[in-house]
T-cell receptor, first 110, second 116 residues
Framework: RKEVEQDPGPFNVPEGATVAFNCTYSNSASQSFFWYRQDCRKEPKLLMSVYSSGNEDGRFTAQLNRASQYISLLIRDSKLSDSATYLCVVSSGSARQLTFGSGTQLTVLP | GAVVSQHPSRVICKSGTSVKIECRSLDFQATTMFWYRQFPKQSLMLMATSNEGSKATYEQGVEKDKFLINHASLTLSTLTVTSAHPEDSSFYIC????????????FGPGTRLTVL
C-alpha cells in the first residue's frame, strides 16, 4: 500500500466549476499535511498547509481528518490557471521528510 | 519567500559519465536539504536527506556510491550522479528547509537529466 494515495484523475472541469480532491495516508504518526501544485515540467509549489480545524485560502479549502487519515482539497469557481497536478503531501519522521502522493491532474476547460 | 536555485537546469550526457547538480539556498541558510527524483508521470520520490557537515541519509533502494551528496556549507548541497546510465534519466529536484523547527520546504526549479 502506498504511503499517500490520491485519485490520479484526470479531472476535466469547465471554468467556474467546483472540484474536490481526496487523499489518504497510511502513517498515523504523520505530523503535517500539505497540498502542493505542480505545473508541467516544473518544481512543486506549496499551495496550502492543512489543519485539523480546516482552513481556507480564497477559493481553496483544505480539510484534515486524522481519525480517518484523510485529507481533502476543494477548489471553488475554478479558473483556467488552476490547471495543474495537485500533490497531497505528508510530513513525518524526525527529519520531517515529505512523502508525496502521485498527484491528481486537473484541467480547467474554457 | 525563500529562494532555492539549481544548476544546471538541463543536462544531456553520454552513458558512463558523471554529472554534478548544485542546489543553493540564495537568501537563507539551510541546515537540511533534500534530493528528490521524479520519473515521467510519477510523483517525487525522496532520494536522500542532506545535513550540513555530515553524511547524507539515503532512502532505501538509493545507492549512496552512485548518488554522491555533499553538503559542504549552509547554502550549498551537490548531487553527483556517477557513471550515469540511461535509466538514471529523470527530473532531479532539491529542496531546502529553514531549520529543524520548520515544516515547509522550498524547492529548486529542478534539473532534467538525459543520459544517452
Amino acid at each position: 500500500r502506498k504511503e499517500v494515495e490520491q485519485d490520479p484523475g484526470p479531472f476535466n472541469v469547465p471554468e467556474g466549476a467546483t472540484v474536490a480532491f481526496n487523499c489518504t495516508y497510511s502513517n498515523s504518526a504523520s505530523q503535517s499535511f500539505f497540498w502542493y501544485r505542480q505545473d508541467c515540467r516544473k518544481e512543486p509549489k506549496l499551495l496550502m498547509s492543512v489543519y485539523s480545524s480546516g482552513n481556507e485560502d480564497g477559493r481553496f479549502t483544505a480539510q484534515l481528518n486524522r481519525a480517518s487519515q484523510y485529507i481533502s482539497l476543494l477548489i471553488r469557481d475554478s479558473k483556467l490557471s488552476d490547471s495543474a497536478t495537485y500533490l497531497c503531501v505528508v510530513s513525518s519522521g524526525s527529519a520531517r521528510q515529505l512523502t508525496f502522493g502521485s498527484g491528481t491532474q486537473l484541467t480547467v476547460l474554457p | 519567500g525563500a529562494v532555492v536555485s539549481q544548476h544546471p537546469s538541463r543536462v544531456i550526457c553520454k552513458s558512463g559519465t558523471s554529472v554534478k547538480i548544485e542546489c543553493r539556498s540564495l537568501d537563507f541558510q539551510a541546515t537540511t536539504m533534500f534530493w528528490y527524483r521524479q520519473f515521467p508521470k510519477q510523483s517525487l520520490m525522496l532520494m536522500a536527506t542532506s545535513n550540513e557537515g555530515s553524511k547524507a541519509t539515503y532512502e532505501q533502494g538509493v545507492e549512496k556510491d552512485k548518488f554522491l551528496i555533499n553538503h559542504a556549507s549552509l547554502t550549498l548541497s551537490t548531487l553527483t550522479v556517477t557513471s550515469a546510465h540511461p535509466e538514471d534519466s529523470s527530473f532531479y529536484i532539491c529542496s531546502a528547509r529553514l531549520g529543524a523547527l520548520y515544516n515547509e520546504q522550498f524547492f529548486g526549479p529542478g534539473t532534467r537529466l538525459t543520459v544517452l
